[in-house]
């Protein structure tokens, strides 16, 4: 398929995830941010082209779905944004180390059963486990060892899956979190949460 949003016009193989309500969540808070960003979950590129438009900030976008990085680096191409790059990785594993600015993330949420999984890479998007959270949990775990001191998460989290939890393991963490924005939907509601870590006070 073909798609455009705020100038961007993409191309979108039935085996990636198309944009939808909680991509634009993300990609608007995207889309004043500067500095080395990753976007896990890259999909079809359209965030991580919205965060490298403005060509002030170093880009990097990954995704277990060996479809879109590919797809997101075609994209990124035929937009003219060069300050970018798409890899495939299962969460951080292939990014040595690498720290950054701000972190995105729209994973997949759904609570799904065995007979309820799609054929194909596109199950990655969709896939969320029996509780929804068998990926968010894995990326909540281990998000921080990516992020430089004064980094911020930016996090799609549906009402499906147990905003509480998500909270819950964000502040043990030692994070402050916000919910930016939120949209409801006739079977759920989505949030898109930002976190930071708290500031340490001065030694008196």
């Known amino acids: 398929m073909i798609f455009t949003y705020k100038g961007l016009t993409l191309s979108i193989p039935e085996s990636v995830y198309p944009p939808a309500e909680d991509s634009f969540m993300l990609a608007e808070a995207a889309k004043n941010l500067y500095g080395d960003i990753l976007e896990v979950g890259c999909g079809s590129g359209l ?16 995704d277990i779905n060996p479809d879109a990085p590919f797809c997101s ?14 890899l495939k990785s299962d969460l951080f594993g292939s990014l040595k180390g690498k720290k950054f600015d701000y972190i995105l993330f729209n994973p997949p949420y759904l609570p799904t059963e065995e007979k309820e999984k799609l054929s194909g890479e596109i199950n990655y998007a969709y896939d969320g486990g029996k509780d929804g959270r068998v990926v968010l949990d894995r990326f909540l775990k281990d998000f921080d060892k990516s992020l430089k001191p004064k980094g911020v998460l930016f996090l799609i989290q549906s009402s499906l899956n147990n905003l509480e939890k998500t909270k819950q393991m964000l502040k043990k963490k030692g994070f402050v979190v916000e919910i930016i924005s939120e949209e409801k939907f006739f079977f759920e509601k989505l949030y898109l949460l930002k976190a930071f870590r708290k500031a340490k006070l001065p030694e008196p």
């Open 73 to 86: 680096s075609v994209n990124a191409k035929s937009n003219g944004v060069t300050n970018i790059k798409f």
């Open 47 to 62: 965030v991580s082209l919205i965060c490298a438009k403005n060509g002030k900030s170093k880009v990097l976008g990954v």
